[in-house]
């Protein structure tokens, strides 16, 4: 099995909690948060969605997919145009709010197939480049691909997580 392979099987792990995380759950519960100082399921799937998107198409060349297919003019955040969450406040936390899970979904779905359009062309040879000079050692394309695949699956676990909570509270 080549390296790609394993590579899209993990991505597509991801897409199949992002959607299970966020199925069926009402604008409330999307927007919910446990405590004024947590997250809810709308800020975690939205924040890994757009680290994915933006890592994705830094370490490939590509547009983002929140601006080339006009997602952040669907969300209508309050947020900077290339915001990903990183470092986000509470208050800022609060500003990332949906009104349907269907946006949340139909993001990832977009971001996703992007994400497996590039997989798809990595050879073993392209997962050596260097992709970030800023860190020492300098990062790989192949270490970009598995850290954003391992920040993505920790909080889509966590928008589970919290999925549950909220369901829990209201049994």
């Known amino acids: 099995m080549h390296a790609k392979d394993i590579l899209i099987d993990g991505y597509g792990r991801i897409q199949e909690e992002v959607h299970a995380a966020v199925g069926g759950l009402d604008p ?26 933006d890592h994705m198409a830094d370490a490939f060349g590509l547009d983002q997919v929140w601006l080339s297919q006009e997602w952040e003019k669907r969300f209508g955040l309050d947020l900077p145009r290339l915001d990903t969450g990183y470092g986000h406040s509470a208050a800022k936390v609060g500003k990332v709010r949906v009104t349907d899970g269907g946006l949340l979904t139909g993001y990832y779905d977009a ?16 997962l050596e480049r260097v992709v970030d000079e800023r860190w020492d050692p300098p990062v790989t394309l192949g270490v970009r691909l598995v850290s954003v695949l391992s920040d993505d699956l920790q909080h889509v676990g966590q928008a589970a997580y919290v999925r549950g909570l909220l369901q829990s509270a209201a049994a």
């Open 28 to 53: 409330d519960d999307l927007n919910a948060r446990p405590t004024a100082e947590t997250n809810s399921v709308a800020w975690l799937v939205w924040h890994l969605t757009r680290v994915q998107d």
């Open 111 to 126: 971001v996703h197939a992007q994400t497996l359009q590039a997989l798809r062309g990595v050879t073993a040879a392209e």
